[in-house]
């Protein structure tokens, strides 16, 4: 597997404890799909415990830009700590891309994301680029969270949405448990069955949003899903 080094170049709050990253590629090339992952890993980390300083984070850059940047939730775990507390210009072991969550390639076939929380980060990715890329297909992100101060990369999102006509971006605030329901659904996907599903983030918001998909008549081929194993 490809490996790099890469050095931490700006860290920054982008929602309640969540912290987003970015590393310089310095002169290495580096490529990936929108949608794909990366594992990084820290070198004597200043935290330890049995759990290691390995993870697996789903980039939330572009292939365009030129810097790799993921985002975490922050936890307190050793491995967490350690990259929250990581100087300025300290190097990290990132292996990959890896994975394969990728926009389906006939353009001509919506596409509908749903996450909530953390599993923004292939989203915010593969949104990018098809900005980036004046892409036609029609995008529709559904980003369910507890409240506003929860949720990443609204204002990037809203930006892209302000100039890319073909994507659209809706989002729920729902006090209790920040799932999507089946009354919000239909009314923002009228045609149930023409888009294909997307849906990544923890392993219990995946198994519970394609439960109801499944539920209100999509077929289980036409959701592709990341689970964020791990939490
Ligand atoms: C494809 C993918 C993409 C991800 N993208 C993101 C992201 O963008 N942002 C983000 O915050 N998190 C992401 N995660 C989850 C991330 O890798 C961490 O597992 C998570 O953030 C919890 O880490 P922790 O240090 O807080 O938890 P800890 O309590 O330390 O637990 C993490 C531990 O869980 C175990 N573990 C990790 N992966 C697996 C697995 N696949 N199967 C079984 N056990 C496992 C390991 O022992 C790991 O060290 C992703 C995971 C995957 C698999």
């Known amino acids: 597997m490809p490996h790099y080094t890469f050095a931490l170049k700006e860290k920054k709050m982008v929602a309640k404890e969540t912290m987003a ?12 799909r929108p949608g794909q992952f990366v594992d990084i890993t820290l070198e004597d980390s200043k935290h330890k415990d049995d ?45 990959g891309p890896l994975g394969s969550f990728k926009l389906h390639t006939d353009k001509t076939i919506p596409a509908v994301m749903l996450t909530g929380g953390i599993g923004i980060t292939p989203f915010r990715s593969i949104i990018k680029d098809a900005t980036e890329q004046n892409s036609e297909q029609k995008l529709t992100l559904i980003y369910s ?32 448990d920040g799932h999507i ?4 659904l239909k009314k923002h996907i009228r045609n149930l069955a023409k888009p294909i599903f997307y849906v990544a983030g923890p392993a219990g918001m995946v198994a519970g949003t394609t439960q109801l998909l499944i539920e209100i008549g999509v077929k289980e ?3 592709k899903f990341e689970e964020f194993a791990g939490y």
């Not at 990253?21 to 990936?32: A, L, R, W």
């Open 181 to 184: 329901d089946e009354p919000f």
């Open 145 to 176: 969270n507890r409240a506003p101060e929860d949720a990443a990369f609204v204002d990037d999102l809203e930006e892209w949405q302000s100039y890319n006509t073909n994507f659209n971006f809706v989002t729920r605030w729902t006090k209790e």
């Open 21 to 32: 990253f970015v590393f310089e590629y310095g002169d290495q090339k580096f490529t990936f």
């Open 51 to 95: 759990q290691g300083s390995t993870r697996a984070f789903s980039i939330c850059s572009s292939p365009l830009d030129d810097y790799l940047m993921v985002a975490t939730r922050l936890t307190d775990s050793a491995m967490k700590k350690s990259l929250a507390e990581l100087e300025l210009g300290r190097l990290v072991h990132v292996d």
């Open 221 to 223: 081929d036409n959701i």
